[in-house]
């Protein structure tokens, strides 16, 4: 079902998008996403306030095992997101994601087969894929 979702959205994507055809246009559209998304993320931090971004070297106790660093690193964020900062962080992750869908669709790929190639590569190598 969830690959009919993807599926479907992609090829909605694809029906939709006649404007910026190009992959020149996609691209650069996918850049201007990707820079938006980040711009609203700062905002939440600088203009609004609900979240704060605390960040500093993570330190990793000598002769760990991967397994347990994620005990003790954090994603420096401090805070939750308000409402509004949500709102318009999904619409800019909503419209990375057309993007997205309209690239892959232009080189032939399919996203759902990526997802699912990743999953299954995480599940098999864990942690170590990361390496």
Do not use: W
Not at 13 to 32: C, G, P
Not at 51 to 78: M, R, T
């Amino acid at each position: 079902m969830k690959d009919i979702i993807v599926d479907d959205f992609q090829e909605t994507v694809n029906d939709v998008l006649f404007r910026h055809k190009s992959i020149i246009d996609v691209m650069t559209k996918l850049q201007e996403s990707d820079a938006r998304l980040n711009r609203a993320i700062a905002k939440a931090v600088t203009s609004c306030g609900c979240i704060k971004i605390n960040a500093q070297k993570q330190a990793l106790p000598d002769n760990i095992d991967l397994n347990q660093a994620s005990q003790f690193v954090g994603s420096h964020i401090e805070g939750k997101l308000c409402d509004d900062c949500k709102e318009i962080i999904n619409q800019e992750l909503q419209n990375h994601l057309f993007y997205l869908a309209a690239l892959c669709n232009l080189l032939d790929i399919n996203i759902y087969d990526n997802v699912l190639e990743e999953y299954k590569k995480l599940n098999t190598l864990g942690t170590y894929n990361l390496l």
